[in-house]
Every structure is written in structure tokens, then in C-alpha cells.
């Protein structure tokens, strides 16, 4: 069994940082990709950054070159740094996980089996 477990969001101003993380709690394998995933209020849940078993990491594009996911060497925590945030980032974030090394479209919710609570993100202008 796996578990995700998002912390970090809050409310920041036009132009502010905030870094999420995913902590991953399992019973056996880890998973070896993993994506931040958020849905606005009235929107469809978006991909927003991703890790493949090879730690290539893809991105929206809204969001390159202000986004920066990442992990730590034991993979049990999942990182997203957001720097320049903007007020269209405003969304609930999610966590996600999959069960294999290597997917398709890792932008793509479906490819993803485990997924965290999700946490609030709000940036005001």
C-alpha cells in the first residue's frame, strides 16, 4: 500500500514562492514516477510536473522555468519548488504516484494509481 501525504501550500502574493512536498509512505516498492497534478475551481485537474524512473522531469508550460520538481535520494519525498506564482496558479495541488518505472504521457492523471489528499495553493495579485 501506498500513501501520499501533500504540506506546504498557503496563500502567497503575486510574485512569491512556496515549496509543496510529498512525503510517500509504502508498504513495498516506491513508485518510481510521480507528478504534481492541481484543478482550479471549475476546471479539470491539469498536469503540472512529473518524474519518470529516469528523474527526466517534464512540466506544463505554464509553468517552465518558474516550477521545479524534484526528490530526495531515497525517494520517499516528492518536492515542488514554485517561484514568480501567479494568480492562475491558484488551484488545489495533488501528488500522485504510479505504479510503473516509465509512462506514456506522465502529464496524464490516468497513469497514476496513488494519490495524495491534495493541498490549497492561493496566490492574490
Known amino acids: 500500500q501506498v500513501q ?8 502567497v502574493q503575486t510574485g512569491g514562492s512556496l515549496r509543496l512536498s510529498c512525503v510517500v509512505s509504502a508498504d513495498a516498492n516506491i513508485p518510481s514516477v510521480m507528478g504534481w497534478f492541481r484543478q482550479a475551481p471549475g476546471k479539470e485537474r491539469e498536469g503540472v510536473a512529473a518524474l519518470n524512473g529516469d528523474e527526466i522531469a517534464t512540466y506544463v508550460d505554464s509553468v517552465k522555468g518558474r516550477f521545479t520538481i524534484s526528490r530526495d535520494n531515497a525517494k520517499t ?7 514568480s506564482l501567479k494568480p492562475a ?3 488545489m495541488y495533488y501528488c500522485a504516484g504510479s505504479q ?16 495524495g489528499q491534495g493541498i490549497q495553493v492561493t496566490v492574490s495579485s
Open 100 to 115: 510503473w518505472r516509465l509512462v506514456p504521457n506522465p502529464m496524464d492523471d490516468h497513469e497514476y494509481n496513488y494519490w
Open 77 to 83: 519525498t516528492l518536492f515542488l519548488q514554485m517561484n
Open 89 to 91: 496558479d491558484t488551484a
Open 4 to 11: 501520499l501525504m501533500e504540506s506546504g501550500g498557503g496563500s
